[in-house]
């Protein structure tokens, strides 16, 4: 079998295993959803409400079916594309979580570019000055960013740049980004705030990975050949070190959603995830049903591309 | 020590009064080397002779202005081809590494990056250095290819680490070394970590390049078998002073100092072995074994098998032992003794009672009987257990009396003394460790002891006293040995009975007297003549005897003899099928198609 047909049968079978995991997904999504106490008929009518109009409104939402039957309405719609009408403002479930959705991406993506090479930055720099003041300091620093949590941490930076310093807006109100200065304003306490945790973890991570391959023996055969110090990195290790880093970023940022939830609300931004909180305080099922399997498919989609860029770079090696 | 006289140019190497120091973590930094002296001439070759920790490595390292993490050059003057190596600062440390000066790595398999390329690795010291334009480069490395007799050196550049064996990668690196034609060259033990049959075809490659590149060199070895054939003067280094210094010759025929005498007999073979048992039953008799690894194929037998066919029976009272190059299945022939490793096919009696498979299904009795004692005491012996609570556990798992005074019984047979019986192993040197490990096993009371590799990772000191250890034990309690090795001359100084493995197959199988005697099978007489000997000159002999060899890349044929492709003497037969084994003159059993009058 040529290297090719050999690299192609691996990422199917890693996409395979991606597909079953979706559809596990998709079912423990729903069931677990439906699991959820509280009704959705209760709350939108409101304590007041008759038996007889909430059955009536149980009825015409279909809640009266066996969960196997919505299920499988539920799954069909899925597969069609379909994701459902919202309960409580009976929109369409895609278009409410379109425009969140990239709100999300954005807050996410803009994290992204500042977080990874920071923490990549980081965490080789401390591997290479290892044991040096500079590596305990960075070890010290992105411990205590780890340790905190991301609510502390919004909290604690809208008290004092909005509350005490009056620098920056309490809430992110990307309505009215006309400027860079606004931009900045809008976005820079929800992405520190976001980013803390993933460079502090990511770096760690980092260092990790780098200290392993820098201390192996080919890296000192380089120094001894007279390699230069960045062409040691770039020529010798970055080749060996692109799939775990891959997956320490795909580890990393696939705790950005988690993150995403609590920033979100901190400081309002209209994101997917502010969608989710609120859909579950409404018992707006389909929505939380939606949003959640929007957030496993990105997690998802994290890792197999990790494992996608491993298979990748080691193809070459592998052709024995 | 010697000193240049007046006329004579200066030393192209110079060392004085070298201090290295070292530190673990954040604890007090301790000497490693001190107050080292010497010089080497130009064109010449110098020995660095010692143990482990003897801080040989380290000096080799300084050489290039070079300290590993936690070490320093702490004192002394280092002079190199005309440079001061302290005074440089990184930029012309970084110019002088790889062009006046070249290292060539002890474990090759580790020293070259497994994700390049191994022509980028290679030329890349003349392009790092601006030496020679890529296209000339890669020509040149083609050309030292050849001469190092590498197969295929047109293409052999392209393929990746893994892809390569262990004895042509540190052929490769020679070339890696070499492509700046450099003044000095350091040779780190580069054959300590490949078998025999090819350390000889890599020396022999060595040798050939010292005769037409002309470059200075310091040989780091703890084998004095090599320093014989590589070099002109050797020093003689012990935890970090210089014992002994002087030219090869006179080290190796009248060493002066107490260590030197010592490291000198240590080297030298000796038989251990002078009472050989009465032909007795077998204690363990294995028959028609076939082991391997992966689910079963059609014809029931394991995709990839790793002993083929082998019988051999180990009698009571006396030591088999069983020789082979890396990957000639020794280990697993051991493993699946052990009943770690499931065999596939064939049979085991031990004391006339079949021996089943698994571990699992073996009774108490069997595997009490038969103990297993690991090349790495490191790995083997718990690290968060004393001595004491390792040797109380065999003991009380035997239902054993387990008392004081039964594990100071058991440390007394491997002569130790029992103060140590409080110790944890990280506490305790390389040869108390194996001690140790053997203890644990003998503990047990066994009957047969399997022993593979145990000497493998030792001084030759501390290696020639476990074998003298071995020896006695086997006087004192009948021990019946299976010593697994790879040193031919460790196998003939304790073994009364020998098997010679290759590829899985057992090509011959004799008395340890009858190995002096020929004929033998053609395997046998290429690792007799690749164990290099004390005597200076001994190489270049084998080499104007021989020219040199080139490794074959040739597979064995799918039917017939597997050692063909390697085989000098292979006739048209040897393709078609597999050998049939007749018995010599001398006893010895030999599986090949030529007959005694053509192998003698």
């Known amino acids: ?320 | 020590m010697t000193r240049q006289n007046p006329t004579s140019p200066p030393p192209l190497i110079s060392v004085q009064n070298l201090c290295l120091t070292g530190r673990r973590g954040t604890g007090p930094e301790t000497p490693i080397v001190s107050n080292v002296s010497f010089d080497v001439a130009e064109g010449e070759m110098l020995a660095l002779i010692g143990e482990s920790g003897s801080g040989k490595t380290s000096i080799a390292l300084a050489l290039t202005g070079y300290a590993r993490a936690g070490c320093r050059i702490a004192q002394g003057e280092l002079r190199v081809a005309g440079h001061d190596v302290r005074t440089m600062n990184a930029s012309e440390l970084r110019s002088f590494r790889g062009k006046t000066i070249a290292y060539i790595a002890q474990n090759a398999g580790a020293a070259f990056n497994p994700a390049l390329p191994l022509m980028e690795q290679v030329i890349e010291p003349a392009l790092a250095h601006h030496i020679l334009p890529r296209k000339e480069a890669v020509e040149h490395a083609i050309a030292l290819f050849e001469m190092m007799a590498l197969p295929t050196p047109h293409t052999i550049g392209a393929r990746y680490p893994h892809e390569c064996s262990g004895g042509q990668l540190q052929r490769i690196m020679a070339a890696m070394a070499l492509i700046t034609e450099p003044e000095v060259v350091i040779f780190d033990e580069p054959t300590t970590a490949l078998d025999v049959t090819t350390q000889i075809e890599v020396l022999e490659a060595f040798r050939v390049a010292m005769r037409q590149c002309g470059f200075t060199g310091v040989y780091v070895t703890h084998d004095l078998a090599i320093v014989a054939q590589m070099a002109d003067r050797a020093v003689v280094l012990k935890n970090g002073n210089v014992q002994e210094e002087g030219t090869t010759r006179q080290i190796l025929s009248k060493p002066a100092q107490p260590y030197t005498q010592q490291l000198v007999a240590a080297s030298q073979p000796h038989l251990r072995n002078h009472d050989s048992p009465p032909l007795s039953a077998p204690l363990l008799d294995i028959k028609n074994l076939v082991v391997g690894y992966g689910p079963p194929m059609a014809n029931g037998r394991p995709t990839h098998t790793i002993v083929d066919n082998v019988s051999l029976p180990v009698c009571a009272g006396e030591t088999l032992g069983i020789i082979g190059e890396s990957g000639c299945g020794k280990s697993t022939l051991i493993r699946a003794m052990a009943g770690i490793q499931p065999w596939a096919d064939g049979s085991m009696m031990f004391d006339g009672q079949p021996l089943p498979a698994r571990i699992e299904e073996r009774t108490p009795q069997q595997r009490q009987h038969m103990q297993l004692v690991a090349q790495n005491a490191d790995l083997v012996l718990n690290p968060a257990m004393t001595v004491e609570a390792t040797l109380r556990r065999v003991l009380t798992f035997y239902n054993e009396d387990a008392s004081d005074a039964a594990i100071k019984r058991v440390l007394d047979m491997v002569r130790l003394p029992q103060a140590l019986a409080g110790r944890y192993p990280p506490q305790l040197s390389g040869g108390q460790k194996q001690r140790v490990n053997l203890a644990r096993a003998l503990a047990a009371r066994p009957r047969l002891v399997l022993c593979d590799e145990i000497t493998a990772a030792l001084d030759t000191v501390v290696a020639a006293a476990i074998l003298d250890l071995m020896m006695e034990l086997k006087r004192e309690l009948g021990l019946s040995w299976l010593f697994v090795t790879h040193d031919l001359h460790a196998l003939r100084s304790v073994c009364d009975h020998v098997a010679v493995l290759y590829a899985g197959h057992c090509v011959e199988f004799s008395t340890a007297a009858a190995l002096n005697v020929p004929p033998h099978h053609p395997y046998t007489r290429k690792l007799e003549n690749s164990v290099p000997e004390m005597q200076p000159g001994w190489l270049d002999g084998v080499i104007q005897h021989n020219g040199l060899r080139q490794s074959g890349a040739e597979r064995a044929p799918a039917t017939g003899c597997s050692y063909m492709p390697r085989c000098p003497v292979a006739v048209a037969e040897c393709a078609q099928a597999p050998p049939h084994t007749w018995q010599a003159p001398s006893g010895a059993h030999i599986a090949c198609h030529l007959h005694a009058q053509d192998l003698s």
């Open chain 1, 1 to 320: 079998m040529t290297m090719t047909a050999k690299l192609g049968m691996a990422i199917a079978r890693r996409l395979g295993a991606s597909c079953v995991s979706l559809i596990f997904v998709v079912v423990a999504v729903f069931f677990i959803t439906s699991a959820l106490p509280g009704d959705v008929a209760q709350s939108l009518l409101g304590q007041a409400a008759t038996s007889d109009s909430v059955a009536a409104l149980r009825h015409s939402l279909r809640l009266d079916q066996p969960v196997i039957l919505r299920f499988a309405s539920w799954a069909g719609g899925l597969l069609r594309g379909d994701f459902g009408v919202s309960l409580v403002s009976h929109q369409s479930v895609m278009s409410m979580v379109h425009e969140r959705l990239i709100h999300s991406l954005l807050l996410a993506g803009i994290t992204t570019l500042f977080a990874v090479p920071m923490a990549l930055a980081l965490g080789t720099l401390s591997a290479i000055f290892r044991n040096t003041i500079f590596d305990r300091a960075v070890s010290l620093l992105t411990l205590c960013v780890v340790s905190v949590p991301e609510f502390l941490v919004a909290t604690l930076a809208v008290l004092v740049f909005a509350v005490q310093l009056h620098l920056l807006p309490a809430l992110a109100s990307i309505s009215d980004i006309h400027s860079i200065g606004s931009f900045l304003a809008a976005f820079s306490m929800p992405v520190a705030t976001l980013g803390c945790v993933i460079v502090g973890q990511m770096a760690r991570m980092t260092r990790a990975v780098m200290v392993n391959v820098l201390s192996s023996s080919w890296v000192e055969m380089a120094v001894l050949k007279g390699v230069s110090p960045t062409a040691i990195i770039l020529r010798h290790v970055l080749p060996n070190v692109i799939a775990p880093l891959f997956n320490v970023m795909a580890l990393s940022l696939s705790y950005l959603l988690g993150g995403v939830v609590i920033v979100e609300s901190v400081f309002h931004y209209p994101g997917i995830a502010s969608l989710m909180v609120d859909s579950v305080a409404s018992r707006d099922i389909p929505l939380v049903q939606t949003c959640a399997l929007i957030f496993c498919a990105a997690y998802l989609l994290l890792t197999t591309l990790a494992d996608i860029v491993a298979l990748f770079s080691t193809q070459e090696r592998t052709r024995a």
